[in-house]
């Protein structure tokens, strides 16, 4: 039986890892607890909740610094006081995910394709190591080539190799409109759609193809000035046959969009996967004759990440994994029924070679997470911790 | 001020700890034989004089002729170069066009130069999933060249960009006067094929921003070489902006100009660039173009808005109304393409043009948080004038990265004296909540500072990093962690790049 410890500050957390012996389970606002690999059983889970707030935010530099801990929607609040915010929007946001816990699980939303998710946004980190060294990597500034950026190398962890204990962000204005452009459109359809949109001068935010009981169609995203950004979106709806949508149905589209991509339908499993733009319809159209049917399909035409509900079988999620490898992409597995055993990840790729020697030099009992990247990081055998 | 530390911090976890490499054992016949087994006899360079065109980058003030140097043709030919460097033991250096300005491509006594230079093939412009497949040698500007006729362009555009290449700018994490509004490298790199020290060939990243496992794409960016050598590159290619308009603006001080820069953000504009002038780096900078800067303003900014023509006017017009609140004494608006290349002229030779009014320069590189941008160049100036030397700047308003320019006279003896007024303004950057370096790297310039801005902690997570990819400290030894031996040496006199005098660089 684990036993939870709840560290509320930098120092806390470094006793915490210090103190208590054997494997340690990170955990945040526990919206991703069933993401990427069954953790195997914990001594010790660290709940990292109470590392929560903003440490130093000084609006004209346009940086914060949060606790890992603090939930994505209150740093949103907090911020838009000043205008600004932290420019990514992933759909997990409103259940109460932290700031750690989405940069942990590497999530991102529709607006990654003008910002990129929070690899691009985290300049500075404070990491706590499995044998209890504290250490800061990046800084303060936007711009910074002092040293490796080791934060790096924590996004997409799954909670192995260190812990987060603070991130500093790079913050974006806050527009001043968003205007929301949608085009009924089929899937097969929406690749040639969304090039359309991408060649417009429009300079789209976020372009996501999402089925739904409102219908099948694309939903153009478009923030900026007050006068320039209704005008682009008016502009881009005269072009491709679309409608500007007032402001609450255009939340209402991107708020079903979000519960898309969270959802848990019942027997079935959440697949993320990302291929060169161009071979996404021919991925779709395989993974749905593969499983019998796709449900809560959400696709980013223009980056080629899509998430998709499959059915919960080991085999299946097997195949899936495959049919991305095979096209040179990525996936990874989301939500899942309880106790559902299915492969996280697909094939190991040839660096996780290298990914196994990093884990080996920053966490060499596998003390943290362990399970989470299994295969890529096979849990070690007669090792205890 | 925080004292120079000249001896190594190591780290607190024993023999993790960063250190001077082993050295390795001296380099026999055997080695150039062995390479010649891969490579034909023209790419094996042992001479003396052809090894010794490869014995420092851009800052020259870092000599080492290398034992041997290769210039593999293809991706095949760098991993069995680094294979037969793994076999011998021996340290090698990735170089690519040399243009680095901290030392990050100086050679190592007693081992391989592995230069790029032959991986120069853009393998594939994707229009329509707008990305470029490059071999690290080619050049920067090459891939905007080549995506041009279908209306897109490689954002990343440092002042080096007709010089440098991707696969420096990869081991560099490059900027550019646009990284304000674009980012960096890191931002615009979907995937790599990187050789490792013991020769494997390994892939990092993916062809979407979509992540299965840690970034270690990520990682390797910005590295210095010391974590391998990347062979293949994929960069997003973005949409050319339909509109760009630029102003020059005059102010009564540095001061009005910064207020001007901090509005501008608070107004929820991202410029594509902000410049930052003072008076002496536009005396001599129009000196040498004249760009149609006003040498006696006190300052002067150079803001350049891009994007959807719409939004670029609406913007526009509010932005030169930030600059006549604080007072601009001139707005120069550039309507003709050809005019806007002119103003950008007098910023980018800022640098060289400094050679007019002094004899000798040294080109110092940090960043302070944007809002004290003021407080650093007013300290900036007390240390000048303690130290009796004249410091022209030239920066990247929008970002604080500071581009000071020491100006001192050899043959007066003013050497030491200026290196060691570069070196405080560099930590000083780092005091007032800074950076060591925004865009030209630690390399072997900066090691010895970096205990200033790191602790021994953190630099020991750096070092167990470095270990986990390279467990003899065999890629590009010396550079990035301070050491022992490196920090006991001090720096030769500044002399610019040969590509510098002839106008084809300048060091912004």
Known sequence: ?385 | MPERTMEAPHGGTGSDAPAAATPPAPVGPELARDFRDVLPADSVITDEVGRRSYECDGLTGFRQVPALVVLPRDADEVAACVRICARHGVPFVARGAGTGLSGGAMPVADGVVISLQKLRRILEIDVENRRAVLEPGVYNLDISKAAKPHGLYYAPDPSSQQVCTIGGNVAENSGGAHCLKYGFTTNHVLEMEVVLADGSVVTLGGPTGEQAGPDLRGLFIGSEGTLGICTKVTVRLLQTPEAVRTVLADFPSIEAAGDTVGDIVDAAIIPAAVEMMDSLSMEASEAATGAGLTVDAPAALIIELDGPADEVDAEFEHLTAICERHGATRLHVPTEAEERQKVWKGRKAAFAAVGRISPDYIVQDGVVPRTRLAEVLTRIAEMGRDAGLRVANVFHAGDGNLHPLVLYSEAAGEHDAAEKLSTDIAELCVELGGSLSGEHGIGTDKACSMPVMFSPEDLGVMHRVRLAFDPDSRCNPGKLFPTPRLCGERPGKYAPHPLEEAGVIERL
């Open chain 1, 1 to 385: 039986m684990s036993e939870t410890v709840t560290p509320t500050t930098v120092d806390e957390l470094r006793a915490a890892v210090l103190d208590r012996p054997g494997t340690i389970r990170l955990a945040g606002a526990g919206t991703a607890a069933d993401w990427a690999g069954t953790p195997a059983p914990a001594d010790t889970v660290l709940d990292l909740t109470g590392l929560s707030g903003i440490v130093t935010h000084n609006p004209g530099d346009m940086t914060v610094e949060v606790g890992a801990g603090t939930p994505f929607t209150q740093l949103r609040e907090e911020l838009g006081e000043h205008h600004q915010r932290v420019a990514v929007d992933p759909a997990r946001a409103a259940e109460g995910a932290t700031l750690g816990g989405l940069f942990a699980t590497a999530d991102s939303g529709p607006r990654a394709l003008q910002y990129g998710s929070l690899r691009d946004l985290v300049i500075g980190a404070t990491i706590v190591l499995a044998d209890g060294t504290v250490a800061r990597s990046g800084g303060h500034v936007i711009k910074n080539v002092a040293g490796y950026d080791l934060t790096k190398v924590l996004h997409g962890a799954h909670g192995t190799l260190g812990v987060v204990a603070r991130l500093v962000l790079r913050l974006h204005p806050t527009p001043q409109v968003t205007a929301t452009v949608a085009v009924p459109c089929a899937r097969s359809a929406s690749a040639d759609l969304a090039r359309r949109v991408a060649d417009s001068p429009v300079e789209a935010a976020a372009i996501q193809w999402h089925g739904s009981d409102r219908g099948d169609r694309l939903l153009v995203l478009v923030e900026g000035s007050e006068r320039g950004a209704d005008t682009r979106a008016r502009r881009l709806a005269e072009a491709v046959g679309g409608e500007l949508l007032a402001p609450d149905d255009a939340e209402a589209a991107w708020e079903a969009h979000a519960a898309s991509v969270r959802a848990r339908p019942a027997d079935r499993a959440v697949f993320r996967f990302g291929v060169i733009p161009s071979s996404l319809t021919g991925v779709l159209d395989g993974l749905e004759a593969d499983t019998g049917g796709l449900a809560e399909v959400t696709t980013s035409p223009r980056t080629g990440v899509a998430t998709v509900a499959v059915p919960a079988d080991a085999d299946v999620v097997a195949a899936a994994h495959r049919r991305v490898a095979d096209a040179g992409g990525t996936s990874s597995l989301r939500q899942r029924p309880a106790g559902a055993d299915l492969p996280a990840f697909g094939p190991a790729p040839a660096s996780a070679a290298v990914l196994r020697a990093v884990a080996a030099s920053l966490d060499p009992d596998q003390r943290l997470g362990r399970g989470r990247l299994a295969p890529w990081i096979p849990a070690p055998t007669g090792v205890s911790a």
